[in-house]
């Protein structure tokens, strides 16, 4: 097998994209780490990045049957992506999809995902990666030649579509809290009302007590 690094794989470019691709994958798999605003902040920032990345990856050809190619990312990892952003995403998961063949074919706006899209483009970048790990140039090199067949065909306009739907959630001025920020401040805000609330209760008697105390002096006197 060759391992010279003058192959393609060893490349400038191609180094570059798994540097950038490894950032994707490691944002994805911690999704629940980042605040839904933030979450949304970083990946408008890395998307643009791998798509730039992609699209100069050097074209190659098959060195060995597809078969000999392992995918790391099976239906549970897979799953557990697509949960994590849906979650995250919440009511800003869905948008109208315009990018498709299958609209050729309806009258009616298509629903798209952004957890799905993204769910995609990390199985693609994914499996590349792991096969990347393996330092086999062979394996190597059909990864890359898998991943920008996929690109082209796919998960470029897969990317594109969700960063469209990113940006316009990130910068339509809606609230983008996480639901679970907004249960904890309500519950926060319930808890000082009952705070604020016993202190002035205790603040009442206490006035109440002097007030007593007062018109039983003035009386005696």
């Known amino acids: 097998m060759e ?3 003058s192959h393609v794989v060893y490349s400038k470019n191609v180094i570059e994209f798994v540097t950038v691709a490894g950032e994707f994958c490691n944002i994805l798999e911690n999704t629940n780490q980042y605040l839904k605003k933030d979450f949304i902040n970083i990946s408008l920032k890395v998307l643009p990045l791998l798509y730039l990345k992609a699209s100069v990856l050097p074209k190659t050809e098959e060195e060995l049957d597809n078969e000999f190619i392992d995918k790391a990312v099976d239906e549970g ?22 990018f498709t063949a299958d609209m050729q074919h309806s009258d009616m ?13 990390y199985q693609d970048i994914k499996n590349f990666i792991e096969s990347y790990k393996t330092a086999v140039t062979e394996i190597m090199n059909d990864a890359l030649l898998e991943l920008t067949n996929n ?6 306009q897969r990317l594109v ?13 809606e609230d983008l809290t ?3 920020q907004k ?13 604020e609330w016993i202190i002035s209760k205790v603040q009442k008697m206490w006035q109440d007590d002097n007030d007593d105390l007062d018109h039983l002096e003035n009386h005696n006197h």
Do not use: C
């Open 151 to 156: 690109f082209e065909l796919y998960w470029g």
């Open 77 to 98: 990892l897979y799953q557990f992506i697509l949960n994590s952003v849906r979650n995250k995403m919440g009511q800003h998961d869905d948008y109208l999809e315009v």
């Open 183 to 195: 249960k904890q401040k309500e519950e926060e805000d319930k808890k000082r009302n009952t705070d």
């Open 161 to 173: 579509n969700t960063l469209r739907a990113l940006h316009n959630v990130y910068y339509s001025g």
């Open 3 to 5: 391992d010279s690094f």
């Open 178 to 180: 996480d639901e679970e």
């Open 109 to 121: 706006p298509l629903t798209a995902t952004i957890s799905e899209d993204l769910a995609d483009i």
